[in-house]
């Protein structure tokens, strides 16, 4: 089993930065595709960034966060990383973490392993 563990949430100001981290136990980090999500109250968990296996040389973007997050892996410390910037009262949500063997996930359907969670707060 994969385990993933989400920190670095926390309330801040509008148009401040928070870094999130996910750190990854179980398998072989480098083989897996890694993402976030997140979701709001009364709204579906959307999909937010991603990045493939190995060096993660590909990444993708919701176009609500584009220029403004950044996803990025460091396979030695099996931890992916989610660095937003310019935050906004809409970013505010719960973000989790998310695995797919292989290829990287960009669909709540088809992510394999989840973590627990960790609430963004974004202040106006």
């Known amino acids: 089993q994969v385990q993933l563990v989400e920190s670095g949430g926390g309330l801040v100001q509008a148009g401040g930065s928070l870094r999130l981290s996910c750190a990854a136990s179980?398998?072989?980090?480098?083989?897996?595709?890694m993402g976030w999500f997140r979701q709001a109250p009364g709204k579906e968990r959307e999909f937010v960034a991603a990045?493939?296996?190995?060096?993660?040389?590909?990444?993708y973007y919701a176009d609500s966060v584009k220029g403004r997050f950044t996803i990025s892996r460091d396979n030695a410390k099996n931890t992916v990383y989610l660095q937003m910037n310019s935050l906004k009262p809409e970013d505010t949500a719960v973000y989790y973490c998310?695995?797919?063997?292989?290829?990287?996930?960009?669909?709540?359907?088809?992510?394999?392993?989840w973590g627990q969670g960790t609430q963004v707060t974004v202040s106006s």
């Open positions: 998310a695995a797919k063997f292989w290829a990287a996930p960009t669909s709540r359907y088809e992510s394999n392993y």
């Open positions: 179980g398998g072989t980090f480098s083989s897996y595709g």
């Open positions: 990045i493939n296996r190995g060096s993660g040389s590909s990444k």
